[in-house]
């Protein structure tokens, strides 16, 4: 593959994918936020993987979601990919389909290529002139370097929410989106982390958890992104932890906590501080002795429906979505 970089990230040029390189005409394409997000996942990689079993979860939960929904893509783009469970679930759920994966940490992009065997060195498919089982690009969310309709399936499990303008990132995905193509995505909702608040409430006044977006927000998004017939609904799991430091260290993992405003000390506190959070967390046992957290996950899902004009629409005018896309999905002949 060929690669050129935009504003500092390196595009490859897949075959097959029509790529615009769009994404670098604007003087604000990539905002120092979003620099910022990308060097924070460069530091987290290492330890991302101790969040498999969260991602693999709610990733199954979505294949479920998946499975009324009767869709065969030809081209298919797992949108913040991370270290690659979604690509290797979408290559075991459509075998025919051009997998690509997009993330904005090129160290996740490489633990993610990991799990193609035929990206490995010395594997036989290699040397047969195998393609590898899906691609890989380092971008943005909000700036993707693909031509208009480049996908009919878009996909992105518990990536949204890190972005810093997801009112950006919904109408970019729109415009990569081919007509009759379908958008499922998962992010955490407000109450995700909410006994870790109260925790860190009881040491002091300052805001040390991320704030995840309402659900309904992330609804209004989609339909003034162009999106059509927006599915959301959530619920809450709770995650259990024997000891207080495995829970901040995980939460800290996947980036959930604030960086310290001194930037050389990002994430650093004083002992006292730390052993205080510690004790308000370890107050929160349950009946069973382990401390819960709570994720809220917020599931949603929408479609690109064609121009006005060449949709099918009711009596009153409203868009109509044929049966055959919202039916169970039915095997391949």
């Not at 460069?42 to 929904?69: K, T």
């Not at 006044?205 to 927000?217: C, N």
């Amino acid at each position: 593959m060929r690669g050129v970089c935009c504003r500092g990230f390196p595009v490859f040029l897949l075959p097959g994918f029509p790529v615009s390189l769009h994404a670098a005409d604007s003087p604000d394409a990539f905002l120092p936020p979003t620099r910022l997000t990308r060097l924070a996942f460069d530091r987290r990689s290492a330890a991302f993987g101790q969040l498999d079993f969260l991602l693999g979860e709610i990733g199954r939960r979505m294949q479920e979601r998946m499975e009324v929904v009767r869709l065969s893509p030809q081209r298919a783009l797992d949108l913040g990919c991370g270290h690659g469970q979604g690509l290797a679930g979408l290559r075991a759920r459509f075998p025919d389909a051009q997998i690509a994966g997009l993330d904005i940490s090129g160290a996740m992009l490489a633990e993610a290529g990991q799990r193609d065997p035929q990206r490995r060195p010395g594997w036989v498919g290699r040397l047969l002139g195998k393609r590898p089982l899906f691609d890989l690009v380092q971008g943005d969310l909000a700036t993707l370097p693909f031509a208009p309709g480049s996908f009919d399936l878009l996909w992105s499990n518990l990536a949204l929410h890190w972005h810093p303008e997801p009112h950006r990132v919904f109408p970019e995905w729109h415009r990569v989106t081919q007509n009759d193509g379908l958008v499922m995505f998962s992010l955490f909702g407000p109450d995700t982390l909410r006994e870790l608040r109260a925790a860190f409430a009881e040491v002091d006044s300052a805001p040390h958890t991320l704030r995840f977006v309402d659900m309904h927000d992330i609804g209004d998004m989609l339909v003034h992104s162009g999106w059509s017939t927006p599915v959301m609904d959530m619920e809450t799991l709770t995650v259990t932890y024997e000891s207080p430091e495995t829970l901040l260290r995980e939460v800290q993992a996947f980036g959930g906590l604030r960086a310290h405003p001194d930037a050389r000390h990002a994430g650093l506190h004083g002992r006292r501080w730390h052993e205080a959070v510690c004790a308000a967390l370890a107050r929160r046992r349950n009946a069973d002795g382990v401390i819960p957290l709570s994720f809220e996950i917020v599931y949603g899902h929408a479609w690109k429906l064609a121009p006005r004009g060449a949709q099918q629409l009711d009596d009153q005018g409203h868009a109509v979505v044929p049966l055959d896309k919202i039916g169970r999905a039915r095997p391949r002949r």
